[in-house]
């Protein structure tokens, strides 16, 4: 007997203490409402209330069957169940359910989706339960319930049935007889499949609240005596005046699943109610359930002894059946009615099973498949093919006859067609813990993927934990693993659930990481990548579609389809978090928002509602949808629009979603829509209409809208159209079932997640519309312009707070107030009177968020205006993002808040490309030369040069010539020029908070250029907007160039010529052209300017005696600190003459090289070096000269100032000689980097020697 | 000629070294990628089956739905894979091992790294020659 409990004991195993809880004796519950409302004052119906007490660890009750050893039975289970659920469980119903249980669990799990996939070794290494997600046991216990109730198996009828009254009923004696007549009783036993007469327990409940238990007693004897004393009882409970029982350990919370209770679980029930309710269900069990199933058995066992055992009968009974083989197919005919002993048998078997009698069992169980083999009754075949495999192994026994027995009871199933393939799928599954009890975690795997059936879902499910078992295998089996997460991915795809195929997909992934096998790589990623693109996880999404990029293996079609999904997913990547990234700094943190939330939300939004999307009044829903046609032949759609459904507010939901369903629910009998829906629909709402016509095989995206007028909830329930306007058609989103009407085109929405299309509309918001003014789609680089902002918001409503932010403050700036009233350019002039000036934008405000003015309002349609600066500071196509934050003025609301979005796509042409070069100026210290070339690029822009400017306190620009004779007053497209101006350094010593400030160009000097009737005033370089947009010039031309002092900014500004043929409008807005370089350096890098100063040209006698010439060089330290100057003079050419040494050392060394083999030509090249190199110009006029004096001079400048050294040379003979062979050490002192040193050969300097008479 | 079938050659290092679809069915798009995961999947059983017999031909293995996966496993523990539909087991097994002589031939080309590769046209006409001949 199967008392003896060992550790390897089936009844131990998973799938032992599932049939534990599966297979035992069902009671069935009859009561009056009377009772359930007692019952449901502790929050509990009468089952919840009694269930904990019918699961027996230890009832210790002796057991004696058909064979006179009595056993013992210790664990126990009674299910119980009203007899208005005893009945085949509907199975759409149970479907649903499941999927809202998955779609559940997968929302839960999905929240660390967006880490790195598990390493392979980490998986194996983590124990089976933390792997395995927790809700498949749950969609496994809803697949083994799914088929109970049958009529071909007898474990599932009623044992006993517990009839209950309440004393508060009237006459309750008669209402236990009315209870049992009714013909609410379940067909099984109805229709004869299981005997009517079954066992009875009258049970009188009393509420304690209700008074006294006396009138209770006296019913009690009243019962006994005509019902029986042993199968009456009396129940009191709700003995807690209060209440306010607490239970330590709740029994009923592990029943109870719903988390939202108002009272606590059985609060009326005291300790005496608490041992009332286990006695009662105890004695129930121990003293008329378990003796009336054992009297049954031995009846039974009897009967069919009689009938059935011993040779003579199985002869005859072979021989009857022989005799029926020619009636046709009679399996579901009710010819085992409870009466026949086929069905006694079954009952007898199953009683025993129960029992735990399994030898018994077993025996009845061969004794019945035979028998219904030969019946060809094969449902009931099945059944107890399945029971035979269990109770095989339970015994323990024969392995190989348990797993042939639920082999075959599971292709019988599946034979008979759809009727069996719930009892398919539980059979597997049970099979599958057999399999997995005994570790054949692989054939466990296969029976898994065996039970996955037609229905998507259910075979995703299925899937997934194949995929385990074979992970789970010893050793594991990886390949498999990943093949069958991928086949299930496919399917929870299929059924819409994107989160558990990515979730699959990604556990695929720790698999095929690295894999040479191309297709597999690419398909994985591919789809993972498009599914995070379809949840808006654009960034997760991009590393998975990199992966796809090198697929030179894949048919072009493939390529190119990857490719595009790439660059989708990438664009949209990149545009969605450019707005992110705006907003970031405006939007309130999430957290602040939830408390303001709650603080402000009104009551009557349920928390429900709260999860949902929400729209607003007046404003339009846009749903992107599909429409695929698939005939060869172009079909014309007219009049399409949604089918919508809005409830006028939240609190009306149930009755007016009740009341809009069965309208529709009519509309889909009709098959058609009515048109007084249509006009009662209008009210509320308004739609968009869209016709057009689709080709053979075309997909069509149409974009549809619906606009609610009233608050409340709005759905969006379908579509409909009109075929070649005469054929009305509509498709609804909810529905998975592909509906066949009357217009063959096949529509499908995109994705229809119920959720997804449900609204919450509130009440209109202020909603703001922004527009810029004179804002061109093409503008030439530097154009400067004024452009005006319009903020209109059509509600009452005020908004408050705003901020704006920009995403390129190098193109747009915000202006201010002020500027908007003024003349453009004139605004921009230089005045006379410093105190008017427009200070520019020092603060970091232009280059993070812009706050308007606390005081700013904007409501009733009155337009808001606020000046923005633009200009094009490079050629090429520049998004501008805009992103302007507003609040609600009214808090009342549940959105705080709302972002405007404003995208303008800027096309920058070229327009004059412009260079500077620096050069000292040979004769004078401290000035430069500057050389200005400018190239008009454009092909029609004419350009009147306005002024130029040097920007910063320390440069000072002037004219070289005057501007008439250097300059023409235009330049015309394609013209280049190149003029020349001075520069000069007006740099004092410099404090170092001044340095600071140098970023900003505080001070400028200006030059006029152009014709002198075009331009009177200067434009001021030094305010607002030029002196922002400058400082972000500068930022941006920085480059590598470390920031060097002796740098210089120029901003060229002119003016379009009034000539010019414009591209944009016809009338543009004034503009103005401005164009900034920055960081021009002066060639020479040396800190240390000097300048040789002395005679030019000399007449000397040199027959009286050589010459001496005294020259003077002036030595300027242009840097910050004090320098330590050192004048080297050398008699021979330092640089040229190390050269020639170089030089001259290669022929030489190359001799053994030429030697060799290599002949004539090389040896022309080497000429041709020695010859270069053999006569350096400079080797002549060695020592044609000398330097007199101190050969070495050194001297200390300090920071801006100027020192003169005294230089002599002699010469010996009249000539002309450059004065270039000294060099300048010069070290920067009290300065610790390495590059404040440096080393400057001497500059050219002619002096001519003549011979004097 | 089996209306569907693809030939993949396994390293020992579980990367493919040759592709072929030798069906004569018209290609799907979605086709080359299943065909891999299925042989990809058998390569478990392959593992499983390799040890327990001294032949090379290890039969048809595995299956998915109406595909099913015959082996050879050479010395050097190559495998060659195929995937079909036909039952035709015999002309497998000599399509196998002609496949395995002309692959010792690839590897005797000094210029061959074993476990790279097998880029030659000359296999490949080969191959599919040997596939028109016998499956």
């Known amino acids: 007997m199967a008392t003896m409990l060992g550790q390897s004991d089936p009844a131990n195993s998973p799938l032992g203490l599932m049939l534990l809880d599966e297979i035992t004796p069902v009671v069935m519950v009859l009561r009056t409402p009377l009772v359930e409302e007692a019952c449901l004052k502790n929050g509990l119906n009468l089952v919840e209330l009694l269930t904990p007490f019918s699961t027996f660890n230890n009832i210790d009750v002796p ?42 669990a997968g929302e839960k799990d999905f929240s660390d989706l967006c880490s790195d996939p598990p390493q392979i070794e980490d998986v194996l290494s983590t124990p089976e339960s933390e792997i395995l997600p927790s809700w498949f046991q749950f969609v496994n216990k809803e697949l083994v319930r799914s088929p109970s109730f049958s009529d071909h198996e007898a474990f599932d009828h009623p044992v006993a049935c517990l009839l209950v009254v309440s004393t508060k009923d009237e006459q309750p004696l008669n209402r236990f007889v009315d209870l049992f007549n009714t013909n609410q009783l379940p067909f099984l036993l109805n229709d004869g499949v299981m005997d009517p007469k079954i066992l009875k327990h009258y049970l009188l409940v009393h509420d304690n609240q209700d008074g006294s238990s006396e009138k209770a007693e006296n019913f009690l004897t009243e019962m006994r005596s005509t019902f029986g004393s042993n199968d009456c009882r009396l129940l009191c409970i709700n003995s807690s005046q209060d209440g306010l029982v607490e239970h330590e350990v709740n029994p009923w919370a592990p029943y109870k699943t719903d988390a939202s209770l108002s009272q606590p679980l059985g609060c009326f029930l005291n300790i005496d109610d608490f041992n009332e309710i286990k006695d009662l269900m105890q004695d129930f069990s121990s003293k008329r359930i378990i003796p009336h199933m054992e009297q049954k ?38 010819m085992y009615t409870f009466s026949s002993i086929e069905s006694q048998i079954r009952v007898l078997g199953d009683y025993a099973f129960m029992l735990r009698d399994y030898e018994l069992a077993l025996s009845n169980y061969r004794l019945l498949s035979t028998d219904y083999k030969l019946d060809k009754a094969w449902k009931r075949y099945a059944g107890v093919q399945e029971m035979m495999g269990l109770t095989y192994f339970l015994l323990d026994q024969s392995r190989k006859e348990a797993e042939y027995c639920m082999e075959n009871a599971f292709n019988t199933y599946l034979k008979i067609g759809s009727s069996g393939q719930q009892n398919a799928t539980r059979c597997g599954l049970w099979w599958v813990e057999m399999l997995k009890t005994r570790d054949q975690y692989k054939e466990a795997a296969s029976v898994y993927f065996r039970i996955s059936g037609e229905e998507p879902l259910h075979s995703a499910v299925m899937l997934e934990q194949a995929s385990y078992c074979y992970l789970f295998s010893k050793p594991p089996m990886l390949h498999k693993y990943g093949f069958h997460l991928v086949l299930s991915g496919d399917h929870y795809k299929k059924c819409d659930q994107i989160k558990h195929a990515i979730r699959t997909y990604r556990r695929a992934l720790s698999v095929y990481k690295g894999t040479m096998w191309s297709y597999i790589k690419d398909h994985v990623h591919f789809h993972i990548g498009k599914w995070y693109a379809f949840l808006g996880m654009f960034d997760v999404a991009v590393p998975h579609m990199l992966e796809v990029l090198t697929c030179g293996h894949q048919s072009k079609t493939t390529q190119d389809l990857f490719l595009r999904e790439f660059l989708q997913i990438v664009q949209a990547s990149v545009r969605e978090s450019l707005w992110q990234s705006l907003e970031e700094d405006m939007i309130p943190s999430l957290p602040t928002i939830r408390t303001n939330w709650l603080e402000s939300l009104p009551k009557n939004i349920s928390k429900k509602h709260k999860q949902s999307n929400i729209c607003v009044t007046g404003e339009a829903i846009k749903v992107d949808v599909e429409f695929k046609n698939p005939l060869q032949i172009t079909i014309s759609i007219s009049s399409v629009s949604l089918i919508c459904e809005l409830s006028a507010s939240s609190e009306e939901i149930d009755c007016d979603a009740n009341s809009s369903t069965s309208e529709l629910q009519n509309d889909e009998e009709s098959g058609k829509l009515t048109i007084s829906r249509e006009q009662t629909s209008n009210s509320s709402f308004t739609l968009s209409k869209a016709d057009f016509s689709l080709g053979g095989g075309e997909r069509i995206m149409v974009q549809l809208t619906v606009t609610p007028r009233i608050e409340g909830i709005l759905k969006v329930v379908g579509v ?3 075929l070649s306007d005469s054929v009305v058609g509509f498709h609804n989103f909810e529905s998975n079932l592909v509906k066949k009407k009357i217009a063959k085109g096949r529509r499908k929405a995109k994705h229809s997640p119920s959720d997804n299309l449900k609204f919450l509309v509130i009440k209109s918001l202020p909603k703001l519309e922004g527009s810029i003014h004179h804002l061109a789609e093409k503008v030439y680089a530097g154009d400067l312009r004024r452009l005006v902002l319009e903020l209109r918001n059509q509600s009452e409503f005020p908004v408050k707070n705003m901020k704006m932010k920009v995403s390129s403050p190098r193109f747009l700036n915000v202006g201010s107030w002020e500027i908007l009233n003024t003349e453009f350019p004139a605004c921009l002039e230089k005045k006379t009177d410093p105190e008017q000036r427009v200070q520019a934008n020092h603060n970091k405000e232009s280059h993070t968020v812009f706050l308007f003015p606390e005081d700013t309002l904007i409501q009733g349609g009155t337009p808001f205006l606020w000046p923005l600066w633009l200009r094009a500071a490079v050629p090429g196509n520049i998004p501008l993002y805009i992103t302007i934050y507003y609040e609600m003025g009214d808090i009342s609301n549940i959105m705080r808040y709302r972002t405007l979005r404003m995208y303008h796509n800027l096309e920058v042409l070229p327009s004059l490309d412009l260079s500077f070069q620096i050069s000292p100026c040979p004769s004078r210290l401290k000035e430069f030369l500057v050389r200005m070339d400018a190239v008009n690029k454009t092909s029609s822009e004419i350009f009147q040069i306005h002024q130029l400017s040097s920007v910063g306190c320390q440069w000072k620009i002037s004219l070289l010539q005057p501007v008439e004779t250097m300059l023409p007053s235009e330049l015309m497209p394609g013209q280049a020029l190149s003029c020349f101006f001075k520069l000069e350094n007006v740099r004092k010593l410099t404090t170092p908070e001044d340095k600071v400030s140098l970023l900003a160009p505080r001070e400028g000097s200006d030059v006029k250029l152009g014709s002198e009737a075009s331009n009177e005033i200067l434009f001021d370089i030094c305010s607002s907007p030029l002196a922002d947009f400058h400082i972000c010039e500068r930022m941006h031309q920085e480059g590598s160039h470390q920031e060097h002092p002796n740098s210089v900014d120029f901003i060229l500004i002119s003016q379009p010529s009034n000539d010019s043929i414009n591209t944009g409008l ?10 900034h370089v920055c960081h021009c350096r002066i060639e020479s890098t040396s800190p240390i300017w000097w300048l040789m100063e002395g005679p030019r040209t000399i007449h000397h006698n040199f027959s009286a005696s050589f010459c001496e010439v005294k020259l003077k060089m002036t030595l300027y330290n242009s840097s910050d600190l004090s320098a330590s100057i050192f004048i080297h003079t050398l008699d021979s050419i330092p640089s040229t003459s190390q050269l020639s040494e170089v030089m001259a050392g290669s022929p030489g060394n190359q001799v053994g090289w030429y030697d060799t083999s290599l002949l004539n030509d090389i040896k022309v090249t080497s000429d041709v070096l020695g010859m270069k190199v053999g006569k350096p110009p400079s080797l002549d006029s060695v020592s044609q000269f000398i330097w007199s004096g101190s050969s070495s001079t050194k001297v200390e400048v300090e920071p801006m100032s100027t020192a003169v050294v005294p230089l002599q040379i002699c010469v010996f003979s009249p000539g002309t000689y450059d004065l270039s062979n000294y060099a300048l050490h010069w070290n920067l002192l009290s300065s610790k980097d390495k590059g404040s040193h440096g080393k400057c050969p001497g500059s050219p300097y002619y002096l001519t020697v003549l011979q004097s008479a | 000629m089996a209306s569907t079938a693809c030939f993949i050659i396994v390293s020992r290092n579980d990367i493919p070294i040759y592709e072929a679809e030798v069906g004569s069915a018209v290609k799907k798009e979605d086709a080359a990628q299943q065909h891999q995961f299925i042989l990809h999947a058998a390569l478990d059983v392959v ?89």
Do not use: C
């Not at chain 1, 002894?305 to 002869?315: A, H, L, M, P, Y």
């Not at chain 2, 015959?70 to 399509?95: C, P, Q, W």
């Not at chain 2, 790279?116 to 006409?125: A, C, G, W």
């Open chain 1, 63 to 104: 057991v004696r069957t058909a064979s006179d050893q009595p056993y013992r039975l210790q664990k126990f289970k009674l299910r119980l169940f009203y007899a208005s659920d005893i009945r085949q469980p509907n199975l759409e119903v149970a479907k649903e359910q499941l999927k809202e249980v998955i779609t559940h």
């Open chain 1, 297 to 334: 058995i031995r009846v039974l066992n009897q009967q069919v002894s009689v009938t059935r055992k011993g040779f003579r009968n199985q002869i005859k009974n072979l021989w009857w059946r022989k005799g029926k083989e020619d009636t046709p197919d009679a399996s579901n005919s009710p």
């Open chain 1, 720 to 722: 409909r159209w009109n």
């Open chain 1, 1066 to 1075: 016809p009338n543009p807005p004034p503009h103005l052209f401005s164009h």
């Open chain 2, 47 to 135: 593992q499983d089956l390799a040890w327990t017999t001294s032949a090379m031909f290890l039969k048809a293995i595995d299956r998915f739905n109406d595909l099913v996966v015959s082996v050879y496993v050479t010395a050097g523990h190559t495998r060659l894979m195929l995937l079909h539909d036909s039952r035709n087991e015999d002309g497998i097994k000599s399509f196998f091992q002609e496949v395995h002589e002309l692959y010792i031939k690839v590897l005797l080309n000094p210029l061959y790294l074993p476990g790279s590769r097998i880029t030659s046209s000359h296999f490949d006409t080969k191959v599919r020659a040997l596939a028109r001949k016998y499956l």
